[in-house]
């Protein structure tokens, strides 16, 4: 690898991202289950532009540190760095910040694993 595999996705909060809406509390803040889907975004936008023909990439493996509330209004960046390649597994150091006024403020970290498939294929054997 020498040259970083990485991208950054932007993301503001809305009502329908809160932990309210998506069923994980009752706080109209960012819900855990929004932001890790964001983070698994960012390592699809990381991976995808390097995957031959046909293939995708699956999650297979996620862990996410929860740190900070982000309220309605507030805009995350989302960065997904890869951090280690053996065949077809790929892992990502993710993290979510706060930009804006409270910007740089880590609310979350974590790892995400991806596996790189055939899409024909992978879709085959269910």
Same mark, same amino acid.
Do not use: N, Q
């Given at each position: 690898?020498?040259?970083?595999?990485?991208?950054?996705?932007?993301?503001? &909060?809305?009502?329908?991202?809160?932990?309210?809406?998506?069923?994980?509390?009752?706080?109209? &803040?960012?819900?855990?289950?929004?932001?890790?889907?964001?983070?698994?975004?960012?390592?699809?936008?990381?991976?995808?532009?390097?995957?031959?023909?046909?293939?995708?990439?699956?999650?297979?493996?996620?862990?996410?540190?929860?740190?900070?509330?982000?309220?309605?209004?507030?805009?995350?960046? &989302?960065?997904?760095?890869?951090?280690? &390649?053996?065949?077809?597994?790929?892992?990502?150091?993710?993290?979510?910040?706060?930009?804006?006024?409270?910007?740089?403020?880590?609310?979350?970290?974590?790892?995400?694993?991806?596996?790189?498939?055939?899409?024909?294929?992978?879709?085959?054997?269910?």
């Amino acid at each position: 690898m020498s040259t970083p595999v990485h991208a950054t996705t932007s993301h503001e &909060v809305t009502e329908a991202d809160t932990a309210l809406a998506v069923g994980s509390g009752s706080l109209p &803040v960012l819900g855990t289950p929004r932001l890790l889907a964001w983070a698994e975004a960012a390592t699809c936008a990381a991976i995808d532009p390097s995957l031959p023909e046909g293939s995708t990439s699956v999650g297979t493996r996620i862990e996410l540190e929860h740190r900070g509330a982000s309220p309605v209004g507030a805009t995350l960046e &989302v960065t997904a760095i890869l951090s280690h &390649v053996d065949g077809r597994l790929h892992r990502f150091s993710v993290a979510a910040r706060h930009t804006g006024a409270s910007g740089g403020k880590v609310v979350a970290s974590g790892e995400v694993t991806r596996v790189v498939v055939d899409a024909e294929r992978f879709l085959s054997r269910l």
